[in-house]
């Protein structure tokens, strides 16, 4: 678990000393992500093997030290995580755009790598809202760099509402100290547990949700996503789209379920009802849009609450399915960013109606088929199956209302995907029947779409055993009992 912690600020400050040298800036922080991505495989292994993973910083021991939690989700999403990393530092060699060919653009892609590990593997608050913040610098000056009246604007956008969700944040965790002495989750679990939510305890899980939400792009706090994502290059529009609203969803799911569960309570049905109106007006606002990243970025939001919802219903089943739609949505996501990012720089624009001929870039054509496929739920890809569980749970929760707007976004969604792939690669491009010309480096970009494609195809061939595992994950959320024993030693 360490190495997760360490090997990121250290490949940033590798790339800092080759400030000048950028193809030696490349190289190593593509070495760097990939000594990432053999850290995460190698927790998730221990993980598999010896169960819930617990790092006590300093050998102070939990609720009074900072602890490092790894259960089998966190470790997974770590390994995703990285994954991603790899792709868009690949992608980022053959990206044309001044953002990513700015020297600055690797040590900070290696600081947002660090906050999302340090937020998926904490089991304090405290420490979370650190991260948070780590994940908030990095990006937002990810944002910015390049310049340009859109890029400043949408920057400022993001940054701006995200603090609100900071302050949100920092309130919630002072009002649970003050109530409960601690910030550990694990701790705060057997406190709430053992005296109940009152009034005020209530109040500052009420702001912690409220934060989280925002940091998903749930209705109705989504407005900076589709404000802001569109004006990134395509390499740092795949790594924002992968990890940032997953990382909120991972808070919400360890806020709901391991710390204060919802099951019973009445937040869950609002919950509920956040999570359909996510996956409604994402896909409605998916649906109107005519240029690439910006249907892209709505369909950020649509998907999320495909994972709410499974977090809602709170069974084990749901939260096996919001586990397995976690994976799924990080591979797929960033495929797509990259995909449509390689179309409209050879087809010169954004805009669907002004693209075309792209079907004779075989490679390009074919990542983008299987991250659209996916991504709208045609079997045997991933998505159809990440779909099927959301499915699965709300029929065994007798969810009968979710279970039509799931299905009914889910057409919708397939709607957006057709009308890309007609647009963009079906219809004769500007110069005829003939795919516009390729960019030097454009290699690179394709075959990190590639790489990520073949992630969700060898999702949906292992669903099998994917899924079993995402079963005995989400049993392990709904008793809390492993992870609660591994940070507190078996404490009442």
Known sequence: MTGLLIIPPLTALLALLCWRRP????????????ALAMAAVGLLVAVNHGGVQVLHVGGWIAPQGIALVADPLAAALCVVAAVVG???VLAARADHDDQAKHPAWQPLVQLLLWGVCGAFTTGDLFNLF???????????TLLALGGGRERLEGAVKYVAINLVGSALFLSGCGILYGLCGTLNMADLARVIAA????PGIQAALGCLLAAFLLKSAAFPLFAWLPASYHTASPATAALFSALLTKVGVYAVLRLTVTIAPLNGT??????????????AVGVLGAATQMELRRILAFHIVSQVGYMLLGIAMGSALALAATAFYLIHHILVKSALFLAVGVAAARGGGEDVRGLGGLRHAPWLYAGFLVGAASLAGIPPLSGFFAKLAVVRAAVEAQAF???????????????SMIKIHREVFAKPGRDGDAAPAPRPGDRWSVGAVLLLAAGTVAIGVLAGPLWAWCLETGAGLVERRPYLDAVLGGAP
Do not use: D, K, N, R
Not at 402 to 414: E, K, P, R, S
């Open 401 to 415: 209302v979710a279970l039509a707007v799931a299905l009914g976004v889910g057409f919708l969604t397939l709607y």
């Open 86 to 88: 790899i792709a868009a």
């Open 266 to 279: 009445p937040l869950a049905p609002v919950l509920g009802v956040v999570a359909l109106a996510t996956m």
């Open 130 to 140: 650190v991260w948070f913040e780590v994940m908030l610098m990095a990006s937002f």
């Open 23 to 34: 193809a030696l800036q490349a190289w190593s922080g593509l070495a760097g992500t990939v």
């Open 195 to 198: 005296a109940g939510t009152g």
